[in-house]
């Protein structure tokens, strides 16, 4: 097959062995890769209703087909799990190098069953599989790990995808780490992988996928490149100077932007730290380079030293929008020394930094509205805005020291473990929220608590870019089901393919389903296209339903959706209806509004889910 | 219009945040007939500035009026303040 090794590696880690498949054409052209073919594999494979650190329990490192294949902006892997912090379907993407040097390996994907007696990285050099020993690698944080396994190896290029302490402590936060600064964040995969005892999956390797169509690829690239230089030039120009953080300032002004644990609005922060901790500024302070993902012509990384301050780092990665929001404007910080410092430590310890810095709202609000008391936090001032207290409570977090041993487990987890502060939780299903405003872009509501990994900005759906619409088109739900799924169905194939996130910007409509006709050679009409998207958003869905899921298992807090509505700023009165933009989008899938389960007809005219079928109308 | 024939105008406060988009469009108070939209008082800081904004690069920027969110045919009715802001694109 072209664009694919061809070869899925299924390890298990308690008998340390493993089998290799063949990647079968079907599946291969119905899932394409990523986030799909990782939930079609993890559907099949893992049993229902499996504890998420048990044994049998898998998680899949899943390259997108574009991963090496020549595509520009095609260079993400997926990692698939269930979440141990919402109980169900979990995929979180990184960027990097790691996707394309996994097939390099050669492998399409790795999945882990099994839990290892010692701690153990598993090392693939050029399609051998080996288990090598790393009880003295536990314990390290992610980028002396790296460094370590690097020197071991003596290979300074290997590709290296490793939990941190956070993952070593099972914390529902637990990212999965790769080329030290780039992260598969969400939703606590690195946990799944510490419960194994898997410290790293470390890749090497000469295997060459070869597109199909060479020509055509390095035509499509052509187009990508003039449609840099052409519409989306000043939104390039942002990203490839700036990176996600350019657009920080103007996202609070216009409401895009959380403040104050969801409360607040840019009237309750100063310009100064309005204006402070956007990349623009924060590069004049700290960048000393920039860097791209693999295939990458916007290089929206960088790095940057902090040489001076309480916190001086030597190197680090420059933060990225949700970071600088979670740890600037939702706790009213515009201090960039803290906001760079708490970055480099949830990178370090390995945990994500959407949910450590909503966790630290949360217990900022709990405690300045006296829910907590300074003593039961461990003698933390943590009034709004004190970034010496942030950093304080974040270290904490990462290192899982005193209450932060209890924060670890997330906003959710601690407000039970302490029975209070569930007022002051935002979150959708259990996970903390990112930093786009529903209130802004109403569609975002449906995909935070439907999707079927929720919580999540970059998945599909009305999109953030529905905030721009004028407030008649966007405040109106009547009719909102059509562009919903249209929006899933584009984002779905996307991730798939392994292209980035910022493709939607980055990449002119519609032109993946060109790339991945290029690099496979198969051809997608419309419909199949149109099919592929609902195909993988539906098993990602079915392997929640499978764990017993239903509509009324998801929520969502009602603070975002605006009850109540704020009372001032650019969203003042808003409050969104959630539930008919998700009738909506039932409606339009063909699917049962009560909860939420694919009626039979739904799935034949997508095709490829018979195991779905089976499980939910075999007895029916 | 008043009686002798001249426009009344107003003042207003314009700040950017979209300089990848503006260039080196200045903060400042600007001068529009009363009755004028986003789009007239645009045009009169694209003037006052040498800077002409390509209409394809148009559909990044969003503008609040006082605070409140507004669109290229928004009028401009007793209104102080306009931002005038990138597009969120994500991230």
């Known amino acids: 097959m072209f664009g694919y090794v061809g070869k899925l590696l299924f390890v298990d880690l308690t008998n340390r062995t493993f089998e290799v498949r063949d990647l079968d054409e079907k599946t291969a052209k119905d899932y394409v890769g990523g986030l799909s073919l990782g939930a079609k594999i993890l559907y099949d494979e893992m049993p229902a209703k499996t504890p998420v650190f048990a044994p049998e329990s898998m998680i899949g490192f899943v390259t997108g087909v574009a991963n090496g294949a020549g595509p520009f902006m095609g260079g993400r892997y997926t990692v698939v799990s269930k979440s141990p912090v919402t109980g169900g379907f979990n995929d979180a993407s990184s960027g990097g190098t790691f996707g394309p040097l996994m097939k390099r390996a050669g492998y399409d994907a790795v999945f882990f069953k099994g839990i290892s007696e010692k701690p153990v990285y598993v090392f693939i050099d050029d399609g051998k599989v080996e288990f090598r020993e790393a009880t003295h690698l536990w314990g390290k944080t992610t980028i002396e790990l790296e460094k370590a396994i690097k020197e071991e190896l003596g290979d300074p290029k290997v590709g290296i995808a490793s939990i941190g302490p956070g993952g070593e402590n099972l914390s529902n936060m637990a990212a999965i780490m790769n080329d030290e600064h780039r992260a598969a964040g969400r939703g606590g995969s690195g946990a799944v992988m510490g419960s194994k005892k898997l410290k790293a999956l470390v890749v090497r390797g000469n295997h060459r996928v070869q597109a199909h169509d060479k020509d055509a690829v390095v035509a499509l690239n052509k187009e990508v490149a003039e449609w840099h230089k052409g519409p989306v030039a000043p939104v390039y120009e942002m990203f490839t100077n700036h990176g996600t953080g350019g657009a920080y300032d103007s996202s609070i002004i216009n409401g895009d932007t959380s403040v104050k644990n969801w409360l607040g609005t840019a009237n309750d922060l100063t310009e100064e730290q309005i204006k402070k901790p956007t990349s623009q500024e924060q590069d004049k302070l700290f960048k000393i380079k920039k860097y791209s993902c693999h295939a990458c012509p916007v290089g929206c990384g960088a ?192 991730y798939a393919a392994g292209f980035c996130t910022m493709s939607d910007f980055g990449l002119p409509p519609e032109i993946h389903i060109k790339f991945l006709t290029a690099v496979t050679g198969f051809e997608y009409t419309p419909e199949e296209a149109r099919n592929l998207g609902i195909r993988s958003y539906t098993i990602r869905h079915a392997f929640n339903l499978r764990e017993g899921l239903r509509r009324k298992d ?59 079928i089976k499980d939910l109308y075999a007895n029916a | 219009m008043l009686k002798n024939g001249k426009v009344n105008t107003v003042k207003i406060q314009v700040y950017f945040v979209c300089q990848e988009v503006v260039g080196d469009m200045k903060d400042g108070i600007y001068e529009v007939a009363e009755g004028s939209t986003i789009r007239d008082l645009f045009s009169v800081c694209e003037k006052e500035n040498n800077i002409f904004i390509k209409d394809e690069y148009r559909r990044w920027l969003v503008f609040l009026a006082d605070g409140k969110q507004a669109q290229w045919d928004t009028v401009l009715h007793k209104v102080n303040t306009v931002h005038i802001i990138r597009a969120a694109v994500g991230g």
């Open chain 1, 303 to 494: 790095i940057y030293s902090v040489k001076d301050g309480k916190w001086p780092i030597e190197e680090t990665g420059r933060p990225e929008y949700e970071t600088d929001a979670m740890f600037g404007s939702m706790v009213l910080n515009g201090d960039v020394y803290a906001i760079n410092q708490c970055n480099f430590l949830c990178n370090e310890y390995g945990l994500d930094t959407i949910s450590v810095g909503a966790t630290v709202a949360w217990l900022m609000e709990c405690y300045n509205n006296g829910i907590f008391t300074k003593e039961e936090i461990d003698g933390v001032d943590l009034t709004w805005g004190n970034a010496d207290a942030i950093v304080a409570m974040t270290e904490k977090i990462c290192k899982g020291e005193g209450i932060g041993k209890i924060l670890q487990a997330g906003s959710v987890a601690a407000a039970k473990h302490f029975n209070k502060g569930f007022e002051a939780l935002v979150h959708a299903s259990g996970i903390e929220i990112p930093q786009h405003d529903p209130r802004w872009s109403p569609g975002l509501a449906r995909t935070y608590q439907y999707d079927p990994t929720p919580g999540r900005h970059v998945k599909g759906g009305l999109s953030i870019h529905y905030g721009h619409q004028p407030p008649e088109v966007r405040y109106d739900y009547t009719n909102t089901g059509e562009r919903d799924v249209n929006g899933v169905v584009y984002t779905e194939a996307l």
């Open chain 1, 554 to 612: 998801f929520t969502i807090s009602d603070r975002i959706i605006g009850v109540p509505p704020l009372k001032e700023g650019p969203t003042a009165g808003v409050t969104v209806d959630a539930k008919m933009i998700a009738d909506n989008f039932f409606k339009e899938l063909g699917w049962n509004l009560e909860d939420a389960v694919p009626t039979k007809e739904s799935l034949e005219r997508v095709g490829g889910l018979e195991n779905v």
